[in-house]
């Protein structure tokens, strides 16, 4: 069985619309392309076929995670009220 070389992993910014963020990417051995995290944000994980697709993608994803910090803090505030419907996968 052949010895994989580690992967370098790409340390770099993108421009979000709250603010910049840092962001990782690690090529993906087995799908191609990459896989992004972002310290700041862990709950932001996602993949890119390319490296300028790679940080659309952790764009919209670092974006969705404040967005839904910002409901749920919204809904915590009784600001708003979030209704969620049960779906099979759910029950």
């Given at each position: 069985?052949?010895?994989?070389?580690?992967?370098k992993?790409?340390?770099?910014?993108?421009?979000t619309?709250?603010?910049?963020?840092?962001?990782?990417?690690?090529?993906?051995?087995?799908?191609?392309?990459?896989?992004?995290?972002?310290p700041?944000?862990?709950?932001?994980?996602?993949?890119?076929k390319?490296?300028?697709?790679?940080?659309?993608?952790?764009?919209?994803?670092?974006?969705?995670c404040?967005?839904?910090?910002?409901?749920?803090?919204?809904?915590?505030?009784?600001?708003?009220?979030?209704?969620?419907?049960q779906?099979?996968?759910?029950?």
């Open positions: 069985m052949p010895i994989m070389a580690k992967s992993k790409i340390k770099t910014e993108v421009k619309d709250y603010g910049v963020y840092g962001i990782i990417l690690e090529p993906e051995p087995d799908m191609g392309g990459y896989m992004i995290t972002v700041k944000r862990p709950a932001a994980i996602t993949w890119g390319n490296q300028a697709h790679a940080k659309k993608m952790a764009r919209e994803a670092i974006e969705c404040v967005e839904g910090d910002i409901l749920i803090a919204a809904e915590r505030e009784g600001a708003i009220s979030i209704h969620r419907k779906t099979a996968a759910m029950a």
